[in-house]
């Protein structure tokens, strides 16, 4: 066991870089770009590392599933994958991938085949009908998701999807629609969701939303018709369990104890980055919610909550004992209180809310882990009204007060100083030094 897990973590790792743009040249992995996510090849470095001996009776678990990397690669290894994601757009994503295998490549080249030429007489003014699909109502904002043109192109596309009577033909479609579907909005990925005009570029008016859909689904195909052939050398079609719903529920979701012989993951990082607003579109869109805000993305839900959700709350303090940890919340609900809870108070809480997560997670992770399972649990210290909050460092102590022992910490990269992040408006208390940002991995194992 390293000794020196709760101070700065190791230069080196071996690991490659955890990074998710790489996953764009990948099968599979490039269908939807995803900002929370990272590399296949950090997933397979962790599998090389910590799962030397594997087998088809292993399972790798990934609590925090995004669009799949975990569990597509683990897959691909010819493992068994039990996956949590609360997220329903990210969900679709992940449980198309691994039940590619099921999917008749030939009916669904005749179903694009299909869409190309119905999209051909939308855009040359060959339909003689008004589209029957309607844009949500939920989604608002500052500027239109599409312009009127793009929007009826849109509609003619939900038309043509909604109108495909086998289900997991129509969930591809909607995929490829949602994958692309900001490409011809007045929204960008810069790399958070934004509107084109805050960051120097034009307004859509028009696009050939068919063409960009079709070349979404070729790929989608392409890919679905490699995986057939790839599994068809592993020699058998591995289990796979993915749940629509929080890790927090895992308990009641399956019947097994002590089964998971692997965790890789990513939970959200303490910066209160608000991931349902970067699916957002995909979301409204492709009738994944109604109304206003994100319960679509089921928000309150989500690990760590976010500041939002819990600022206007009475104190909120750790529901377990680490006083080091406790001293940092209450060092900063005593900064800018003022502000009430747009200061320290609001702050701490959310602080707070975020380790109880924590602690609640791990406890959950001491029932589902085999003895000698390892969990790569990735995250980035943030900071917090001037005060860095180095949550590897406490994220490792948590894990062995919930049952489980830290064995190590990787330093994975150093992302970017913090001055803009230290100095922004939420995070008001300026650093008398720059912080950098990192990113580590930190490893903990099941004993007995």
């Known amino acids: 066991m390293q000794t020196t897990m709760f101070g700065a973590p190791p230069a080196t790792n071996g690991f490659r870089d955890s990074s998710f743009a790489k996953n764009k040249n990948l099968p599979l992995h490039r269908w939807v770009p995803w900002i929370a996510g990272f590399s296949a090849d950090f997933v397979d470095d962790a599998i090389e590392r910590y799962l030397p001996e594997k087998n088809g009776n292993c399972w790798v678990l990934d609590p925090f599933a995004g669009v799949g990397t975990t569990l ?38 005749a179903r694009i085949a299909a869409f190309e030429r119905f999209m051909e007489r939308a855009e040359n003014g060959g339909l003689k009908r008004e ?23 849109v509609l003619y596309a939900l038309d043509f999807i909604y109108s495909i009577e086998d289900p997991t033909l129509c969930d591809i479609f909607r995929l490829g629609l949602g994958s692309v579907m900001v490409s011809f909005s007045n929204y960008s990925y810069e790399p958070s969701l934004t509107r084109r005009v805050a960051v120097g570029k034009a307004n859509i008016d028009d696009a050939n939303v068919g063409i960009s859909v079709s070349a979404k689904l070729h790929l989608m195909l392409e890919d679905i018709a490699w995986l057939q052939c790839h599994m068809k050398t592993v020699g058998y079609r591995p289990k796979v369990k993915v749940f629509s719903k929080s890790i927090f529920s895992a308990l009641e979701c ?25 699916t957002r579109p995909q979301l409204h869109w492709l009738g994944f919610t109604s109304g206003t805000g994100y319960k679509g993305a089921r928000e309150a839900e989500s690990f760590g909550k976010f500041w939002q959700t819990v600022r206007d709350e009475g104190p909120i303090t750790l529901d ?15 900064r800018n209180t003022n502000k009430e809870c747009y200061g320290g108070p609001g702050w701490a809480n959310y602080v707070a809310t975020y380790f109880n ?52 910490n990787h330093l994975l990269r150093n992302k970017r100083t913090g001055s803009s992040i ?3 408006s939420v995070r008001v208390e300026e650093a008398k030094e720059k912080t950098v940002l990192y990113e580590s991995g930190v490893v903990l194992r099941k004993v007995s």
Not at 140 to 150: I, N
Not at 256 to 268: I, K
Not at 386 to 392: A, H, N, Q, R, Y
Request: glycine letters at 6%.
């Open 72 to 109: 597509v690669e683990s897959y691909l290894a010819g493992l068994n994958v039990l996956g949590f994601e609360i997220n329903p757009y990210a969900a679709l994503a992940t449980k198309i991938k691994l039940n590619a295998t099921r999917i008749s490549v030939h009916h669904l080249a």
């Open 422 to 424: 230290i100095q922004s």
């Open 131 to 153: 589209p029957r699909s309607q844009a949500p109502t939920g989604f608002s904002g500052r500027t239109q998701l599409f312009s009127p043109k793009v929007q009826r192109k």
């Open 357 to 408: 997560d924590a602690y609640k997670f791990c406890r959950v992770l001491s029932h589902l882990l085999k003895p000698k399972a390892a969990c790569i649990v990735v995250l980035g210290n943030s900071i917090i009204q001037g005060l860095e909050v180095k949550t590897d460092h406490f994220f490792g102590k948590i894990g062995e007060l919930a049952g489980l022992n830290f064995e190590d």
């Open 254 to 278: 399956v019947d097994q104890r002590n089964f998971v012989d692997l965790l890789v993951t990513s939970p959200p990082y303490l910066n209160n980055y608000h991931y349902p607003r970067n």
């Open 320 to 334: 377990f004992k680490m006083p080091e940890l406790s001293s940092i919340v209450e060092a900063i609900r005593k």
